[in-house]
């Protein structure tokens, strides 16, 4: 593992310009967008009924550390490359990936959380499933990150079987969400379950990214390139341009979702969201 | 004194990558924990009755003191070393030990004064209560830190000295906070004594971690190491990494606990926590 680490550190590939820029910037925008969700989400508390507050205020805590996990990666990447000879240059410090999984471990517990109190379950069924969802979502991320650290081909049997072993609590939480967000739609108000079955889908769309990229850093070329120093640049810049966009997505799209969900099932509020008016006329 | 302090500096190991890493993460992880619950904490503030707000705006300042400190902390392990040579050597600067002090000056204080302000005990009882621990609290870091900053095997007895000094007012702490909490449990609502049970426990395992971590780090073995400036690597790692999830577990964690008593005991959300209907159907 030590070894795999100051491999990976050295082993920052030559970008060029163009290559070290788009990570760069998007790195930027996702900051900007996590930033402006998290003062959305909590500022948009008082819009809706009291019960779905919390759920608000959590989907605003998964945006706020987000973006402060985005801050440090970009500067992280900033510190990584040194400008030389008109492209960008390894500086030998390390790309710090761990601020993902710092990311994971404490914002993906919350996307339960926040997704399970906007749903309102019957008081003893949304404790048990809570308990279920964070504990799957902890395991699956320790579980993945001693695979993802991992970058020379002796490796490579190793990570397959930490990503294998992260996988089964993935898919468990995958298959329960779909199944009680399924289950959940006959309780829910008409014009939540639009909303609803548009959350489970986002779910499983932006979710899918990251064993994607996962198996992607791992195959054998991967780790065989790495070992050897010529990581290719173009798999960097793809792997962290769909991580910032997945994480977009899962977090402040997700967020969203539930500001509308919730505000969908606030009372006095059903069937409109934002500048349209209701059954009833704007003015009396 | 300030020969030990000075011997302290010139005795930062060095580190390899991967033990840099950890303590540099975990530092990061434990800006971003505090933060959110900082955050958290003082949204929250409106979803409990009137009476328990001031104990949740104490515990959001708790964990806002902490915030500043392991961002700072973090800067100061961070210019404590030099990448050099594929490792990290001790730059000359000195890691300041005095930040995890001052954030205990601050903060055990404030975390007695939201104890004892959630439980809502009755008047005079809880002032004279709260004078007794606050002093109590103030004593036990005043005296911790002479033996602290000792780090050379002739002041071992002296470093023996002030925790045993220190130690009086912190058993004294966790007596009278075990017996006030078991004595309250009678007065508190049923959704609320099962919380301050968990209170109770989570006082008790994490407050134990910092005698340990002190009496460890003051062993004639130790002191000798770093006299002789072959401290240990791994139990510098060790001893940060302790820290911060104890710091994590007995802040954040703690007023995530002094939050559920608070809601637990508000009017009208008696039993429904996050994401739970409370015995009314969520669609009537």
Redesign the interface.
Known sequence: ??ES??VL??GMPDLSVFQYSIVDNIFSMTVATMGAAAIFL?LS?QSVD??Y???L??S??VV??AC??YF?IRHSWQGAFVLAEGGYKGS???F?D??RY??W??TVPLLM?EL????????????SL?TRLVVAAALMIALGYPGEVISSPEGWAARVMWGALSSIPFFYILFVLWVELTKSLD???VAARKLIEIARLVLLITWAVYPIAYALGGTMTALEAKAGGNVDPSGIVALQVGYAIADMTAKAGFGLLIYFIARAKSKGSQGYVIGETAGTPAVA
Chains 1, 2 share one sequence.
């Open positions: 593992m030590l680490i100051s550190a050295a909590f508390r009291e019960a507050r919390p759920a205020l959590v605003g805590l706020s550390i402060y996990h440090m030998g410090a390390a710090n761990f601020y710092a990311d471990i404490l959380v399970v109190a906007v749903l309102r379950l019957q008081a003893g069924k949304a404790t809570l309780t829910q108000p």
